[in-house]
């Protein structure tokens, strides 16, 4: 699953990064090392620019967290921040954004906790850093949505609120001793097919949800400050008692 990321890189180094043809500098975020569900994030997705024509690629912010278009209020948001990549085509939340809204969630890396029993008591909960183990942007694979809310006219700019989920896929055998589930991540050379509103055909879709060869990721494990969404800041990211410990809730 993923529950948590860090998101660092500049907007600017994103655009590059994927090859952005569309990006408006005064819709950002700022860079966050403990971005929590209903949160907002970068994505990058192909659509057509306002007014029409062909799409093109888009460095946009969408909320972490995605509310199916017939959905009567947004409240489900925070449960559904995770699509499984076995089910998401037949899935009535995801499968429409599966078919033709698809988009890449560049991070720095993802937490994950392993639980770990104890003799006596409640089993502890150590989280781990994953990154990329070339240091470079990770893409998770992601799928988004627009969600009307009703109390607006069409033209307000609270009537669309556009959200997104992260596929997930069953982790790698170096990985699944912290969990059975990880984030599927893609590498550039399917990022064009994954982003293409065209491709809507799921059984040309599917080979797409199959994860890079194992290695590409390191685990490292980091100090439990992170479990508190009121912390936040490159500490996280150290191994554990490098940094001052937070006694608040785990996630």
């Not at 947004?74 to 995770?82: D, G, L, S, W």
Request: aromatic share 10%.
């Amino acid at each position: 699953m993923c529950g948590r990321f860090a998101s660092t890189t500049r907007p600017e180094d994103l655009v590059e990064v994927f090859g952005v043809q569309q990006w408006d500098p005064t819709e950002t975020v700022a860079a966050s090392w403990n971005v929590a569900p209903t949160s907002p994030a970068f994505v990058v997705l192909d659509r057509p620019p306002k007014g029409g024509g062909a799409p093109v690629r888009q460095l946009r912010v969408l909320r972490w967290g995605l509310v199916p278009a017939w959905s009567k209020s947004p409240e489900a948001a925070v449960k559904m921040i995770n699509a499984r990549s076995d089910t998401i085509h037949e899935k009535p939340s995801y499968r429409q954004a599966f078919a033709s809204r698809r988009c890449l969630v560049p991070v720095d890396g993802y937490y994950e906790w392993e639980t770990i029993p104890a003799e006596k008591g409640k089993p502890r909960k150590q989280p781990y850093f994953v990154h990329r183990a070339d240091g470079t942007v990770l893409a998770l694979a992601g799928v988004y949505e627009f969600w009307r809310d009703r109390r607006y006219p069409p033209d307000h700019p609270e009537a669309w609120l556009v959200t997104c989920a992260i596929v997930t896929t069953d982790a790698e055998p170096a990985l699944a001793p912290i969990h059975h589930r990880m984030p599927l991540f893609l590498d550039p050379s399917s990022f064009d097919a994954w982003l293409d509103p065209g491709l809507d055909d799921p059984a040309r879709l599917f080979p797409l949800l199959v994860p890079p060869a194992p290695g590409a990721l390191l685990a490292r494990p980091v100090g439990p400050a992170v479990g508190n969404i009121r912390n936040n800041g490159p500490e996280l990211l150290l191994p554990p008692g490098e940094a001052e410990p937070d006694e608040g809730v785990l996630f």
